[in-house]
């Protein structure tokens, strides 16, 4: 083949390629699945074939039998599945039975705490459902969103872009923009575990206005691209950080925006923008055990990798963590040496969407290659296996999440994030010592609440 030929070839190459991610919509036929044998934002209906994997009922619709909060009022959870029995314990001895049903960061736990180390698998609960707006909007957004810039934005209508996900870009899409609060106020503990079990604390207060998961969100497109998402943060302890705050604005293209972040020293008592905020930098109060864009496993810009849909796989997962979250759970009893204490995790066996990301050649990250596990019911990432630079497993994170009534959705609790060389870990956003859990979609929060003259005078 001539030069202008191989040219022409790898123009054309790469125009399918960027043809077959802008183009995402799902024909007629195939959005009509949703509601039949999948659920309404894309899971499937059915449970699996030895019945591990219960069948979704979505009997619970903004209700939470045994759990009526105060609305709005930052209550803690009350398990409804409190008396169910752990119907498996997977330990040291019997993991490699169920290599099947596990990640690569799970195995590693095993053989690096044998002594220690349990799943509890208890019985699956597909129950709690979407109101139906968001059906709607998902219906939606199966026959019209599309993907923009080579992925790094989105034409869509807010939440759950892509319920018929056909690559990993729209997987992605789905793990960052599912549906939750549109407002949370919340002070969280965070409790950085090193190897011989001392612990160093943080707290922090976090507003956050998620302005895109208003049910009247109109179309978002390249021409009015808008903001996804406004927070806010101000230290609490360590004491010699106390005051300090940060505020960023996420957008939803990428492409054509950058996330905006400022930040409030003490010392200097400035703002000051914070270019390049997030990415590998380390969560502070963390000891390094995490990296910013670690939060919920994966936040931010995904321009340094490459994403691909691996399919599914039925693995065991954290799953309806109201225990985990409520007030029955002390912080002294759940941080014990190397990895929370199994007995306050619930593992169900559930489908997961597998998202892999691999680091561009031109990018640079701590985190060569990432794998999220995303539950099919809620599109929320529940655990990831991390690699560093020399392609070896160095960290394994977990994320639990309850249905609030507050938002007939999920919302995310405490997480974990373990440190596979050095044996620490960090349990992060911890609520259950705290008089209140979030507060959420009080809707009190707008735009004007996020603005560096904000972030000035209150640090006045």
Request: one cysteine or more; aromatic letters at 10%; glycine letters at 8%.
């Amino acid at each position: 083949m001539s030069k202008h030929g191989a040219v022409i070839a790898l123009a054309a190459a790469v125009s399918l390629a960027i043809s077959s991610l802008a183009n995402a919509a799902v024909s007629p036929e195939e959005a009509a699945r949703l509601g039949q044998d999948l659920t309404c934002v894309g899971a499937e209906r059915a449970g699996n074939a030895d019945g591990s994997i219960p069948e979704f009922t979505g009997k619970y619709v903004g209700v939470v039998p045994g759990w009526e909060p105060e609305p709005n009022s930052g209550e803690h959870p009350v398990d409804p599945f409190a008396d169910d029995p752990v119907l498996l314990e997977i330990n040291a001895s019997n993991y490699k039975n169920h290599l099947e049903n596990l990640t690569d960061g799970q195995v590693a736990m095993f053989e690096r705490y044998p002594e220690t180390y349990v799943i509890n698998v208890y019985q699956g609960r597909r129950d709690f459902a979407y109101p139906e707006f968001v059906c709607e909007r998902a219906k939606w957004n199966a026959l019209n969103a599309q993907l923009t810039h080579d992925g790094m934005g989105i034409s869509a209508k807010g939440f759950i872009p892509f319920p018929i996900p056909k690559n990993g870009y729209e997987l992605k899409w789905n793990h960052q923009v599912p549906f939750r609060s549109t407002t949370q106020d919340e002070t969280r503990d965070i409790g950085a575990v090193t190897a011989n079990g001392n612990i160093s604390w943080g707290r922090s207060h976090g507003i956050c206005l998620n302005s895109g998961n208003f049910a009247d969100r109109e179309v978002m497109t390249d021409q009015s691209p808008g903001v996804m998402a406004y927070c806010s943060t101000q230290v609490l302890l360590p004491l010699r950080e106390r005051g300090n705050m940060s505020m960023n604005h996420e957008p939803f293209n990428w492409a054509t925006s950058a996330r905006t972040a400022w930040s409030y020293n003490t010392g200097t008592r400035r703002v000051r923008l914070a270019p390049g905020y997030g990415f590998d930098q380390p969560m502070p109060g963390s000891n390094g055990t995490m990296t910013i864009d670690e939060d919920r496993l994966f936040n931010g810009s995904p321009e340094r990798y490459d994403w691909t849909l691996v399919g599914k796989r039925e693995i065991y997962v954290p799953a309806n963590a109201y225990k985990l979250n409520s007030k029955e759970t002390s912080y002294d009893e759940l941080l014990t040496v190397n990895h929370p204490n199994p007995e306050f995790l619930r593992y169900e066996k559930r489908r997961v969407w597998v998202l892999e990301a691999k680091l561009k050649p031109t990018s640079r990250h701590l985190y060569s290659r990432r794998v999220l596990f995303i539950d099919e019911d809620t599109w929320h990432g529940v655990m990831a296996d991390n690699y560093d630079t020399r392609g070896n497993l160095w960290k394994h994170g977990v994320l639990s999440y309850y249905y609030h009534p507050d938002t007939s959705a999920w919302q995310a609790g405490t997480s974990f994030y373990h440190d596979l060389n050095s044996s620490s870990y960090v349990g992060y956003s911890m609520t259950m010592d705290r008089d209140q859990g979030p507060i959420l979609n009080r809707n009190d929060l707008t735009p004007a609440m996020f603005t560096p003259d904000r972030l000035r005078a209150m640090g006045r």
